[in-house]
């Protein structure tokens, strides 16, 4: 008798703690919910009411940004961004695509194993160092290039060129799987009709790995758009529309940095809104990467 | 490899596919070269600004010292990682091993992850700022940071846990629970052991990724040049660096700066890299 209550707690215990468990992962898996329900809610919050103080119109089309006298418009940031997330993806997604058809249908295996970790490493490289790498060799060597245009060391063309080499293994990363991804089949089809290697990579392989290749320019297009530390390190920082490529820009990520340490009340807050915009403009780049990669699988 | 004849006489016939393949090796050279003279550059020049001086005890703006920052970066390393990853194995064995296929919420959650995933990490300062900083009282602290940080490398976590935990055969599970193991000890302790080796590539990533990290730290754990304890404030080394490198005064001792963090990153990319291999050779055996 004694025993078979004991048996009887023991699986009790047991079928408590399995239970308990599984409501303990459960939570776990809540919490990347939480944190983007919490990070929405807190930017949103302390955001969108400057926002609307300042007029949501006069706020995203204003050409001055004037904080010592109350005057918030920040298309000048957004323009900037813009500007240098394109000079970035013209210098850079040529090249990163090129690349990665040579690491998945030109390379020797042995360089393979040489090559994929260096492009792994260009991926780990903090972004203060490429941002110190542009202040002591890419600023100098544009600053001497745009000197019969009178440009600046500091401007768009150094900041797309840096972003440009830090997007490359971001891109690189995503596209040569997804043409890794494209069947064997396709590849030994063109080849059995007599293309060469290169016809038949870029007109039956390169092809059919269409949306990959598209989700990773989407992903370097967010990567570009959200680096902090290296743009603003040689981009020049002068919050003014652009006056032209070897002139110097402010992106919405530096306006937030450049300023934070010494705003208050609603110039701080007009900070906080610049990060809205900021943090909307990543949801959307997002969601197409997500839907990208949905269909690529499918 | 192909003999110089016969790629001259290819080159004949067919220039077009010539002409591809040349500019195909062209662009990854390129690659391999901003790589190379990169890492060259910073290398030749910061190596020999390595002096003892950048290594004492106590920073002043005389000396520069990184070793107060270099031991923050410890500390907001093993504190991100103390958060992040238990929440993130543990999120990733529900992802896997609890929740029923094709459920919502799983759903939601890969969702969510792949937001935050590609969230910028200013945004991420920002939040902790108002979260952590404002909202919770932690002010500029290291408990703040790490908090942000870690938020920030759960994605990471949690993508190469479900990765590896998905690796590891359906016959293990099966062995034990017909051993009559339920369902919590067969995860424990026999599924979760499996994948260790890809869980750990996975940490070691997310550590490459705290310690480079500056933009979301600037305006949560501060830019306080001393050792720091849980609240207080305390500079890591990319801060520390970022701080050198843009008042333009310290450039010397930025290059050594800079070569102390690849140094860093350059080590943990080949750990990585060789736990990575060690499982794909496991899972040939």
């Known amino acids: ?298 | 490899m192909r003999s110089w004849k016969r790629w001259h006489r290819d080159a004949r016939r067919h220039p077009l596919s010539a002409l591809v393949s040349l500019i195909t090796h062209l662009a990854a050279l390129c690659t391999v070269l901003i790589l190379g003279f990169l890492v060259a550059y910073i290398l030749i020049n910061g190596i020999p600004n390595l002096k003892p001086a950048l290594f004492s005890l106590t920073y002043t703006s005389e000396n520069q010292s990184m070793l107060p920052a270099i031991l923050n970066t410890c500390t907001m390393t093993l504190l991100s990682l103390l958060l992040a990853v238990p929440v993130g194995v543990g999120a990733s064995i529900y992802l896997t091993e609890y929740a029923p296929r094709g459920s919502r919420l799983v759903a939601l959650v890969r969702l969510t992850t792949e937001t935050l995933s590609g969230i910028p990490s200013i945004v991420y300062g920002l939040f902790g700022m108002l979260l952590f900083g404002n909202a919770l009282h932690l002010g500029y602290s290291m408990l703040s940071g790490a908090l942000t940080l870690a938020i920030m490398i759960l994605p990471l976590i949690m993508r190469t846990t479900e990765e590896a935990l998905c690796s590891v055969p359906d016959m293990y599970r099966e062995g034990s629970f017909g051993l009559g193991a339920g369902r919590l000890r067969t995860t424990l302790c026999v599924v979760l052991p499996a994948a260790v080796p890809g869980i750990l590539s996975g940490v070691i990533l997310g550590v490459g990724r705290i310690v480079g990290e500056t933009a979301a730290l600037m305006y949560t754990s501060g830019t306080v040049e001393k050792v720091a304890g849980l609240m207080d404030s305390g500079i890591t080394l990319s801060v520390h660096m970022y701080r050198q490198a843009s008042e333009g005064l310290y450039t010397e001792q930025a290059y050594a700066t800079a070569v102390v963090l690849l140094a860093l990153v350059l080590m943990i990319n080949l750990l990585a890299s060789r736990l990575a291999g060690k499982i794909t050779k496991g899972r040939q055996a």
């Open chain 1, 1 to 298: 008798m004694e025993k078979n209550t004991s048996q009887a707690l023991r699986t009790r215990l047991l079928a408590i703690r399995e239970k308990g468990m599984a409501l303990v992962f459960l939570l776990a898996a809540l919490v990347s919910i939480l944190c983007v329900g919490l990070i929405c809610v807190f930017l949103f919050a302390n955001g969108i009411p400057a926002m609307r103080e300042i007029g949501v119109l006069d706020f995203l089309l204003g050409r001055t940004w004037k904080p010592g006298n109350d005057i918030y418009g920040i298309f000048p940031m957004i323009i900037g961004s813009v500007y240098v997330t394109g000079g970035a993806l013209l210098l850079g997604v040529p090249i990163a695509l090129l690349t990665a058809v040579y690491l998945a249908y030109f390379c020797p295996d042995g360089l393979y194993r040489l090559l994929k970790p260096a492009v792994e490493l260009l991926a780990g490289i903090p972004s203060v160092v490429y941002g110190f790498f542009g202040i002591v060799v890419l600023v100098p060597f544009v600053r001497t290039i745009s000197e019969p245009l009178d440009g600046k060391g500091n401007s768009i063309a150094t900041a797309s060129i840096l972003l440009a080499i830090m997007i490359l293994p971001t891109i690189i990363g995503v596209v040569e799987p997804a043409l890794r991804a494209v069947p064997r089949s396709y590849y030994e089809g063109a080849l059995a009709l007599g293309a060469t290697h290169e016809r038949s990579v870029y007109t039956a392989v390169v092809p059919a790995a269409g949306s990959g290749i598209l989700a990773g320019i989407v992903l370097g297009v967010g990567r570009a758009m959200g680096e902090t530390m290296a743009v603003i390190m040689v981009a020049g920082n002068q919050a003014r529309m652009p006056k032209g490529v070897f002139q110097g820009i402010r992106t919405l990520t530096g306006n937030i940095v450049i300023e934070m340490g010494y705003a208050a009340g609603l110039h701080r807050e007009a900070l906080i809104a610049t990060g809205v915009v900021l943090f909307a403009f990543i949801l959307i780049i997002n969601l197409a990467f997500s839907a990208l990669k949905r269909r690529d699988a499918a």
